[in-house]
């Protein structure tokens, strides 16, 4: 089983700025992996970028990077360059057997 | 179908009636979940199946919930005698493999109004 926390509800950056969202997590697995999903107003869960808990290796996709701390137990999502598209609730997740998601972070984008 | 189809997309029904929502995965996806989603909330999870194993209810809310999956594929969540907190986002997820790091992919959801 595996426990997933997410402790800003909102967030808020000016367009081309940029911002953290912040998620830890627990877990038994020694393999597992982490998910960062986007969820705009039209309700679709779109994938933003994965992690594997055996790298080392920070993530990176485009304007999106992770900052992995495997001791920490720490899995934050940094959005860089943020345009007015990135308006929207970000859940972060972890699975090794199955997927637990956090409660999510709005994220505002002020033009 | 290329994605995950849930249906139908909204459904309003009387207090105390019994409603079915539909999910169908992506062909040859061994895992399916189901999780509920209240207005400006996180995913709740409900139910998790994977391949032949019996199924993760551990999240059901009550024992009004229950959900199938047939031939392990399509996957009906039922909800019994509906009250007005069961009004939410029902959201359907498969993934090929989650011992793998493989991507869920998500359905549209259906939007659950007990009115």
């Known amino acids: 089983a595996q426990t997933v926390t997410q402790s800003q509800p909102e967030m808020s950056v000016q367009e081309a700025e940029t911002v953290t969202l912040s998620c830890t997590y627990d877990t038994s697995e020694s393999d597992y992996y982490l998910f960062w999903y986007k969820q705009p107003p039209s309700r679709q869960m779109i994938l933003v970028i994965r992690q594997e808990a055996y790298k080392q290796q920070n993530a990176t996709e485009n304007r999106f990077s992770v900052n992995f701390q495997k001791a920490a137990k720490s899995f934050s999502l940094k959005i860089s360059d943020s345009q007015l598209g990135d308006a929207a609730m970000y859940f972060c997740?972890?699975?090794?057997?199955?997927?637990?998601f956090g409660k999510g972070t709005h994220l505002i984008i002020q033009p | 179908g290329a994605g995950v189809s849930q249906s139908p997309s909204n459904k309003v029904t009387e207090k105390g009636k019994d409603v079915e929502l539909r999910c169908d995965p992506i062909?040859?996806?061994?895992?399916l979940y189901w999780y509920r989603q209240s207005l400006g909330q996180g995913l709740e999870f409900l139910i998790y199946f994977q391949g032949n194993s019996a199924p993760d209810k551990s999240g059901l809310p009550s024992d009004r919930f229950s959900a199938e999956r047939t031939g392990g594929s399509v996957s009906t969540l039922t909800i019994q005698r509906t009250q007005q907190e069961d009004s939410a986002v029902y959201l359907c997820a498969s993934s090929q493999d989650p011992t793998e790091n493989t991507e869920a992919f998500f359905g549209q959801g259906t939007r659950l109004t007990v009115v």
């Open positions: 997740a972890c699975g090794a057997d199955g997927l637990t």
């Open positions: 062909s040859g996806h061994t895992a």
